[in-house]
């Protein structure tokens, strides 16, 4: 596995929503071209931009969200790319760790990418985040990592608490109205 080739095609895959995320993206397919290190070595920050692979878990109409005590938001669950890893086994890893269930089918490429500095206890860095999806049902056990985690809670699309939520919450709900029908 060639690890930057293959960061470089899933940030190439995604089709940009708007201007925003085009030169996200065009700046992030940059820094992979830069050779500068992915992965997170180090917690928190080092290097001071990372990769991350979030996760939003969907039932129809509906995005299942944790209440992370460190970013102190309503978040898709997700977590820092590995050295060497692909960001899709990422996925499936953090949410075996974070939710405890296997992805029950293949994780597609990502619908997003997002450039964010962090904000709550260990602000300081920032991540470049690809936004998976993973259909879930809405009654699928959890067991989620309360040493990570205060709550997890299902909410409806319209219903999801923005003003305390990742920054490109809202600019993903559109893009997911539009990917979901």
Not at 102 to 127: E, F, N, Q, W, Y
Request: proline letters at 7%.
């Amino acid at each position: 596995m060639d690890f930057r080739a293959d960061i470089r095609a899933e940030i190439a895959s995604i089709q940009a929503l708007d201007a925003l995320e085009a030169q996200q993206q065009r700046e992030a397919l940059a820094w992979v071209d830069s050779g500068a290190e992915l992965a997170r070595l180090a917690k928190p920050a080092t290097p001071p931009i990372h990769l991350v692979a979030y996760f939003a878990v969907v039932a129809p109409g509906e995005l299942l969200l944790v209440d992370h005590k460190n970013a102190q938001l309503w978040l898709p669950s997700g977590g820092h790319v590995e050295p060497g890893e692909h960001p899709r086994d990422t996925v499936a890893r953090e949410l075996q760790e974070e939710l405890g269930f296997a992805p029950p089918h293949p994780i597609d490429a990502p619908l997003m990418i997002t450039r964010s500095d962090t904000v709550g206890l260990t602000a300081g860095h920032t991540d470049v985040s690809l936004w998976y999806l993973v259909q879930a049902r809405r009654d699928q056990a959890l067991q989620f990592d309360r040493d990570e985690f205060h709550a997890v809670r299902w909410f409806a699309f319209d219903e999801v608490p923005l003003g305390r939520s990742d920054p490109h919450m809202a600019r993903f709900l559109s893009k997911l109205r539009a990917f979901c029908g």
